[in-house]
């Protein structure tokens, strides 16, 4: 079966810091991982994909995310933190072979402190 | 280019009532889905369209739940009768052709409330 895990239900971190939100998932076979960013009252936009190749991939807004297979973690990351990056995090995975869903994470919400 | 359009953007209704929610997903997008997502939850799939037809509607409760996208285009996700528990945002995505490493475009939702 597949699952993801968002450990962090809240991550506050001050502008100008680095930060990172948390995913590690489980899934058979070799895992497509996405990342998406829903702001209020609005639709779940996409960030990034990891598909195969560079462990580190890099999306829109200077996100960036590690892929680790030992450690089934796909964490999304940024240099420097802007207010406007508050909003809630989605991690999801599907797997490579079998069922087709997208399976999403319970989401973090990101509080980035002036 | 536009993105995914929904209508209507909120819903209340009484429990045992009916409702609909429409989906208009990108120009040329041949993927469509219907996601539920329930407050302080990731969003969980009901169904998946390839064109007109159903590729995945395992997750949809289809006692009360239907859908269906006729021309390959727009579609309706329909609520007969609705219950508490069904208070959610539905959201709509599509994406281009069908494939496991494509992202999805997500509309902005419809949030229901049912009393």
């Known amino acids: 079966a597949q699952s993801v895990a968002q450990p962090e239900d809240q991550v506050n971190v001050a502008e100008g810091n680095p930060l990172t939100v948390k995913c590690t998932y489980s899934?058979?076979?070799?895992?497509?991982l996405f990342w998406y960013v829903q702001y209020p009252n609005r639709g779940l936009q996409f960030l990034l994909k990891y598909i195969t190749g560079d462990n580190l991939v890099k999306g829109s807004y200077g996100f960036e995310a590690e892929f680790n297979k030992s450690q089934t973690s796909f964490h999304l990351k940024k240099p420097s933190a802007l207010v406007s990056d508050s909003a809630l995090y989605f991690c999801?995975?599907?797997?490579?072979?079998?069922?087709?869903?997208?399976?999403f994470g319970t989401g973090t919400r990101l509080t980035v402190i002036p | 280019e536009a993105g995914v359009a929904q209508s209507p953007r909120y819903k209340i209704i009484e429990k045992r009532q009916s409702v609909a929610f429409w989906c208009n997903p990108i120009s040329g997008h041949a993927t469509l889905y219907w996601y539920q997502q329930i407050l302080g939850q990731g969003p969980k799939l009901l169904i998946q369209f390839q064109n007109n037809g159903v590729v995945d509607d395992s997750q949809l409760p289809k006692d009360r739940f239907s859908a269906e996208r006729l021309k390959g285009v727009d579609s309706t996700l329909k609520i007969q009768p609705a219950k508490l528990e069904d208070s959610a945002v539905y959201l709509c995505?599509?994406?281009?052709?069908?494939?496991?490493?494509?992202?999805?475009?997500f509309g902005p939702g419809t949030r229901l409330t049912v009393l």
């Open positions: 999801a995975v599907r797997a490579g072979t079998g069922a087709n869903n997208l399976f």
């Open positions: 995505a599509s994406s281009p052709i069908w494939g496991r490493y494509n992202e999805q475009f």
């Open positions: 899934v058979s076979g070799n895992p497509y």
